[in-house]
């Protein structure tokens, strides 16, 4: 950040705008909060718990696609994988067209234990989800969008 460009709201800028970023500066530090949480009643390193995001929204995957996914080289995913292994959270199963390779998959209770935490917070957003019109639903959702493009815009992706 140049010294001339301020995040801070500039001189006479509207109060919602300062609302808007402080309440997403609120929740991405409660998202950050929920995941350490989430972490030690998991027994998963920050590393681990990507690994298990993505295990558990896209299936199994490769070590490789997971290290590529991921943004980081083979041989830190590969002891990321060890000790989620290690610790039970996932299993390892053979690659069911190439039999050099390997799939990582969450082992078979981790979804119903990570749940056990999740589940306040998904029915919590659900909840306010309903108690939304469906105009309002639409302003967030395409609010979100663009913050999401914004944070891609931002890291090149």
Same mark, same amino acid.
């Given at each position: 950040?140049?010294?001339?460009?301020?995040?801070?709201?500039?001189?006479?800028?509207?109060?919602?705008?300062?609302?808007?970023r402080?309440?997403?500066?609120?929740?991405t530090?409660?998202?950050?909060?929920?995941?350490?949480y989430?972490?030690?009643?998991m027994?998963?390193?920050?590393?681990?718990?990507?690994v298990?995001?993505r295990? &558990?929204?896209? *299936?199994?995957?490769?070590p =490789?696609?997971?290290?590529? $996914?991921?943004?980081t080289?083979? @041989?830190?995913?590969?002891l990321?994988?060890?000790?989620?292994?290690?610790?039970?959270?996932v299993?390892?199963?053979?690659?069911?067209?190439?039999?050099?390779?390997?799939l990582v998959?969450?082992a078979?209770?981790?979804?119903e234990?990570a749940?056990?935490h999740?589940?306040?917070?998904? &029915?919590?957003? *659900?909840?306010?989800?309903? =108690?939304?019109t469906?105009? $309002?639903?639409?302003v967030?959702? @395409?609010?979100?969008?663009?913050?999401?493009a914004?944070?891609?815009r931002?890291?090149k992706?």
């Amino acid at each position: 950040m140049t010294a001339n460009r301020s995040t801070d709201p500039q001189p006479g800028a509207p109060a919602e705008d300062r609302t808007i970023r402080d309440q997403l500066r609120n929740l991405t530090r409660r998202q950050q909060r929920f995941e350490r949480y989430l972490g030690r009643q998991m027994h998963v390193d920050p590393a681990g718990l990507a690994v298990m995001d993505r295990l &558990v929204s896209a *299936g199994p995957v490769t070590p =490789s696609e997971l290290a590529r $996914e991921l943004s980081t080289s083979t @041989a830190a995913m590969t002891l990321v994988i060890d000790r989620l292994a290690d610790g039970g959270h996932v299993r390892r199963q053979p690659h069911p067209s190439d039999r050099r390779k390997v799939l990582v998959a969450p082992a078979e209770d981790w979804e119903e234990a990570a749940f056990e935490h999740v589940e306040p917070l998904v &029915v919590g957003i *659900g909840e306010i989800v309903e =108690s939304m019109t469906v105009q $309002e639903q639409a302003v967030v959702a @395409a609010f979100l969008e663009r913050a999401v493009a914004a944070y891609d815009r931002a890291t090149k992706a």
